[in-house]
């Protein structure tokens, strides 16, 4: 019987803290996040990066238990979707920085004779710095192994309803029995240089349609915030970043309640479980914000296991 392959691509995170070097020098050598066109000059600025970022960061994985949690998440997503699909195909999962690479799990899929791999970036708005990336990356695998096969690939999927549906029921678990007109929702997204957005990646435009579709599912399941905001975290270096920043937006909510969804992940990572959980909690603390509450990512919500087939339910009607 012939199967079909998906494979789920995300960026990753250290496995151990031993992989921390790894990942950060990975992720500062991708000519898709560190956008410097000299080659030496990239290398060079990549390493500085990584020797001052890596003690640093050791030290937030040690907060987290010593590793990410994103691949143990991601192969959980990964189980419950192939069971769902059953033997209809192969569901498996590479990660950009860290293990398992796509070389690895090419060579898992050339093994199994697959001929053709639908791929499904675990980022919903499309960016050069993670779909592009992660995409190319595979493609370059497949190349460097000779390995003919069709490959089909879903850029975006923010407006994906089941998707959406997902995020409502992870930000109504967390609000539990509170009233919604107490708090402040703000959908935080990632960061970029503004230069990338400039140069025509379409990520800000798909966050802020997210959070209008987003906006409409809020009122139509009676879930009445006293206000929603759009924010952006993780700024790195010198350059003009996305804004406004979530500490621009904590300053603007201060003395009320907010909830924090994380817009821009799927999968929890040291950027929800740390960033927004520990350090922007901190700083919603000193401000004065009374509850402070984030959400968990969607991982494997059953209605985003059901998202995911859909999505390649509808690239096989397409092909």
């Known amino acids: 019987m ?5 494979i789920l691509l ?6 151990n803290l031993d992989e921390v070097k790894l990942f950060l020098t ?23 990066i990584v020797v001052s970022r890596v003690k ?40 950009r920085y860290t293990p398992p690479f796509a070389d690895e799990v090419v060579k898992r899929l050339k093994n ?3 001929s053709k791999i639908y791929l499904i970036p675990m980022y919903p708005h499309y960016s050069t710095t993670t779909t592009k990336s992660s995409v190319d990356d595979f493609m370059r695998a497949l190349k460097e192994q000779n390995y003919q096969a069709d490959v089909i690939t879903v850029d975006e999927y923010y ?31 990632h960061g970029l240089p503004q230069k990338i957005i400039d140069a025509g990646d379409k990520y800000q435009r798909h966050i802020q349609n997210n959070v209008e579709i987003l906006k409409q599912m809020l009122i139509d399941h009676e ?11 993780s700024k790195l270096g010198p350059l003009k970043w996305l804004e406004p920043s979530l500490q621009q937006k904590l300053n603007v909510v201060k003395t009320k309640n907010v909830i924090i969804f994380p817009i821009a992940f799927t999968v929890d990572n040291s950027e929800t479980d740390f960033e927004l959980a520990i350090e922007y909690k ?21 209605l985003f296991i059901d998202a995911l087939k859909e999505l390649y339910e509808q690239l096989k009607r397409n092909d």
């Open 112 to 114: 199994k004779n697959i």
């Open 26 to 48: 990975n992720m500062f050598d991708d000519p898709n996040i560190l956008t410097v066109k000299n080659l030496f000059l990239r290398k060079l600025i990549a390493k500085l």
């Open 2 to 6: 012939n199967q079909d392959g998906i």
């Open 159 to 189: 407006d994906n309803t089941l998707y959406n549906e997902a995020i409502i029921k992870r930000i109504n678990e967390k609000m539990s029995d509170e009233n919604y007109k107490d708090y402040d929702l703000i959908f935080s997204a």
């Open 223 to 233: 879930m009445n915030f006293a206000k929603i905001h759009l924010a952006y975290q």
């Open 10 to 15: 995300n960026m990753g995170g250290p496995g």
């Open 282 to 302: 901190k700083i919603a603390q000193e401000i004065g914000i009374k509850n402070y509450r984030v959400c968990r990512c969607v991982d494997e919500h059953p």
């Open 56 to 95: 640093a960061s050791k030290e937030i994985y040690k907060t987290l238990g010593g590793k990410s949690p994103i691949a143990d998440i991601t192969k959980t997503i990964v189980d419950k979707l192939q069971h769902l699909l059953g033997d209809e195909c192969v569901v498996d999962f590479a990660m």
